[in-house]
């Protein structure tokens, strides 16, 4: 302890002259593991203990991590956006012009304007006038819209109503599973313990007994009809600007599907398949399917997909090539169409992982190494970075919450490139480090005054 005392008081008055005495343009000063401070013209970084406290500002924004707990984002332009994570991905926020969000696991709220709320051109309407909803998913859901007055609440099994969820127009359940309402246009849905259901509405007619027989038909859609199911279904369904395909399953021997683009055969369910599929101009087979696999484009004789899993697969469609061998040992995917190349080769699932893609449209050129939990490796363009060991963010190598908040704690050795291309490293968070070209030591102070003078 007082050789860290007799550290400070030798460093304070140090940064206090360099800081105020004259104008800085560049100022690093470093006292590992407290504190690491520098400032290059308006980029101003420092971290304090560690991996654990870490502020990073520039012109356009502003950037504090607190690791594991929080990581806050801050854009300066005229723009507001700023964000945060909460011990990701446990929690997050977002306030943004025009949009104001909340997570909280299973729980997220969110308020933005209505389509339609009056307001002045350029502006955005007044706060109170945005429409707001937080959900506890799947139990509890609340609406406010106050342009048209309207407040729901909802709490699931006992009661829910909600509008333009799912997919459907309505939604409503009263002490739920025993009655569920599902609406959209011109069709009504109702289920009564999930074992009744009746289709209305004006376009929809048909009534379930599951699983003894049921009827239903949604007018110009489908038509579908079961005696004993799955033993025994049939039904129809309108395949825009073609026509009708038709169905049928007799479990467990025989299913069949006819229509204008598509036809198949199933013998005892997957045992043996065969389908020609004009609309994707391909002819398929299984035995059995999915394990054993073909496809092929119809009139050619080579197979461009063939399966045989767990051992062996490959695939060869629309300019993207795939392999594996016992499955998940190895396994590769590529693409070469004109100046874009991508491959990609995964050992034990993403145990090992090699990536690089190269687009000679944008530039692009990357490579990405990952061993778990050993290393991270990647490169950017010209930026080569990485760490070792690599944890969790070998196996999410492009999250941006591991990437910030987790990978770091771990990182005993890091690398990255720095703004002047020189290659940079860190040793124990700073112990050890190389920084913008020159070997650090764990205690330092330097400057720049702009005119060539410095310490």
Do not use: C
Not at 2 to 12: H, V
Not at 368 to 396: H, K, M
Not at 419 to 438: F, I, N, P, T
């Amino acid at each position: 302890m007082r050789g860290w005392a007799r550290w400070a008081r030798r460093l304070a008055p140090a940064v206090l002259v360099l800081a105020f005495a004259r104008p800085v343009v560049a100022l690093d000063v470093k006292v590992w593991p407290l504190f690491h401070y520098t400032r290059h013209g308006e980029d101003l970084r420092w971290t304090a203990l560690g991996p654990l406290v870490e502020f990073h500002r520039t012109a356009e924004e502003r950037d504090l991590r607190i690791r594991p707990l929080l990581w806050l984002r801050q854009h300066r332009g005229a723009v507001h956006d700023d964000r945060a994570e909460i011990l990701y991905p446990v929690a997050s926020s977002r306030w943004e012009e025009g949009y104001q969000s909340f997570r909280l696991l299973l729980f997220t709220y969110r308020t933005s304007p209505e389509p339609g709320t009056p307001h002045e051109a350029g502006e955005l309407p007044p706060p109170e006038t945005w429409a707001s909803r937080f959900t506890l998913f799947p139990l509890v859901f609340y609406r406010h819209s106050p342009l048209h007055g309207a407040t729901s609440f909802s709490v699931l099994p006992f009661y829910l109503r909600l509008d333009d969820f799912l997919g459907f127009d309505e939604v409503e359940a009263i002490m739920f599973p025993a009655y569920l309402r599902l609406s959209e246009p011109r069709v009504d849905r109702r289920y009564y313990a999930f074992f009744v259901q009746t289709t209305g509405g004006a376009d929809g007619r048909g009534v379930r007994v599951f699983p003894f027989y049921g009827t239903k038909e949604i007018v110009g859609r489908e038509r579908t009809r079961y005696v004993l199911w799955p033993f025994h279904i049939q039904s129809d369904r309108l395949v825009p600007g073609y026509g009708w395909e038709h169905r049928r399953v007799n479990f467990p021997v025989f299913s069949a599907i006819d229509g204008p683009l598509r036809t198949s055969r199933a013998w005892g369910v997957v045992a043996y398949t065969h389908t020609i599929d004009h609309r994707k101009g391909t002819e398929a087979t299984g035995a059995p399917w999915p394990l054993v696999f073909r496809e092929r484009l119809l009139g050619e004789d080579t197979y461009r997909t063939w399966r045989l899993a767990p051992i062996y697969g490959r695939s060869d469609r629309d300019g993207i090539s795939s392999r594996f061998w016992a499955w998940p040992a190895l396994r590769t995917k590529s693409q070469d169409v004109e100046d874009f190349h991508y491959r990609r080769t995964d050992v034990l699932g993403v145990v090992w992982r090699r990536q690089t893609l190269e687009s000679g449209a944008s530039g692009r050129r990357e490579r990405l190494l990952t061993i778990f939990p050993a290393l991270r490796s990647e490169r950017a363009n010209e930026r080569r970075y990485g760490q070792a060991p690599a944890l969790v963010d070998s196996l999410l190598p492009e999250n941006r919450g591991v990437m910030a908040l987790w990978a770091p704690l771990y990182g005993v050795f890091r690398w990255d490139t720095a703004a002047d291309g020189s290659r940079d490293w860190s040793l124990l968070w700073g112990l050890v480090a190389r920084e913008r070209g020159r070997l650090a030591g764990p205690w330092h102070v330097r400057f720049d005054d702009g005119d060539g003078h410095g310490g």
